[in-house]
T-cell receptor, first 115, second 114 residues
């Protein structure tokens, strides 16, 4: 079964600083990996996804993530944090087996951006 | 194009009652999934429907059920509500059935069981 672990339930950065949100996955074969963002009282919005086309994936709002098979990681980064980035971020994994299509989410990381 | 619409937005029920939540996917999308979000358990998969057929089911008791109609709209039902069923229920739709498909989420239905 696939799983993801997000290190750090809360991350606080200053506006303009680098954002780094960590995600490690567990899967027997490289899965599909996703990062979602959730703003208060809203649903989830896809930031980016990894489907094996390229290891460095660029997403919306200046976010990107790098798939590292050797480290089983898919960390999310953004060079310069903006106040509007404050939200909860979820890493998710989905197997390539069509019989196991459910997204398995990490526990989430709440990002706080200080002025 | 309108997004995923979930109704109602908020719901308050008492233990033992049943509830039905509705989800209208993005026009043209044929796959609908449901997720439960709680502070303690996080986001958990409930079930997925594609072209009116349940394709996957999560590890929830039989009190949780769902269905999809021919127009792709979906409903989920929870019978004999328990306090622990209080959660944000999220619906997501996608155009196809592939594993790499992008899911579009609605804003959810916040269910409170008293």
């Amino acid at each position: 079964a696939q799983s993801v672990t997000q290190l750090g339930s809360h991350v606080s950065v200053s506006e303009g600083a680098l954002v780094l949100l960590r995600c490690n996955y567990s899967s027997s074969v490289p899965p599909y990996l996703f990062w979602y963002v959730q703003y208060p009282n809203q649903g989830l919005q896809l930031l980016l996804k990894y489907t094996s086309a390229a290891t460095l994936v660029k997403g919306i709002n200046g976010f990107e993530a790098e798939f590292k098979k050797s480290e089983t990681s898919f960390h999310l980064t953004k060079p310069s944090a903006h106040m509007s980035d404050a939200a909860e971020y979820f890493c998710a994994v989905r197997g390539r087996d069509t019989g196991r299509r459910a997204l398995t989410f990490g526990s989430g990381t709440r990002l706080q951006v200080q002025p | 194009k309108a997004g995923v619409t979930q109704t109602p937005r908020y719901l308050i029920k008492t233990r033992g009652q049943q509830v039905t939540l509705s989800c209208s996917p993005i026009s043209g999308h044929r796959s609908v999934s449901w997720y439960q979000q709680t502070p303690g358990q996080g986001l958990q998969f409930l079930f997925e429907y594609f072209s009116e057929t349940q394709r996957n089911k999560g590890n929830f008791p039989g009190r949780f059920s769902g269905r999809q109609f021919s127009n792709s709209r979906s409903e989920m039902n929870v019978s004999t509500l328990e306090l622990g069923d209080s959660a944000l229920y999220l619906c997501a739709s996608s155009a196809g059935a592939g594993a790499a498909e992008k899911l579009f989420f609605g804003s959810g239905t916040q269910l409170s069981v008293l």
